[in-house]
């Protein structure tokens, strides 16, 4: 019973499969399959739901990093190499052919923000980009010269801003798949330079 009352706590502090994951999982693998890519990492793995999906269906070697302690124990749990980190921090420069990240992107207030893992992995700040921004900053640093950058971004976000930030930093987007919900429209951009 204690195991089983554990696994509960865990799963309520690490971001589950849901839409967005799918999508990004879909997409990704979609583009990734049959390329040339050997070696990709997707950011805030959470349960590690995308990164084993991507490398069952591709191939590739996927290694997943979280800053939640729980998400990398959760994605072990899948297979999935995973390692504690905070964005791109620990990895040497051009060693990733694709990152993949599903970003907190959900607009919240400051003040009501909860200390608690589930919000870290949901809240994007005031805008929606408080982690997008320096992800974009960070990525090029990681992704090899001709490697690509699969986000998934929500309408809540702002995509249109968004690609301005990564035109920023020196990446063109494209579009790769839209989903429609009723709050909002989710999509995944491929970002390459």
Known sequence: MTDLADR???ETEVYQPAEDSRLLAEAATT?????????ALEVGT????VAERV???????????????HAC?????RGVEAVRADLLDPFRDDAFDAVLFNAPYLPTDPDAERDDWMEVALSGGEDGRAVVEPFLAAVGRALAPDGAVYLLVSSLTGVDEVVELAAAEGFSAVALRDESFPFETLTV?????
């Not at 490398?55 to 302690?69: F, H, K, M, Q, Y």
């Not at 124990?73 to 749990?77: F, I, K, T, Y």
């Not at 951009?189 to 330079?193: D, E, G």
Request: hydrophobic residues 35%.
């Open 189 to 193: 951009l491929k970002l390459v330079r």
């Open 73 to 77: 124990a959760q994605a072990r749990e």
């Open 46 to 49: 959470g349960s590690g739901y």
């Open 8 to 10: 509960r706590g865990v």
């Open 55 to 69: 490398a069952d269906e591709t191939g590739l070697r996927v290694v997943g990093s979280d800053i939640n302690p």
């Open 31 to 39: 583009d990734l399959r049959g390329s040339a890519a050997d070696l």
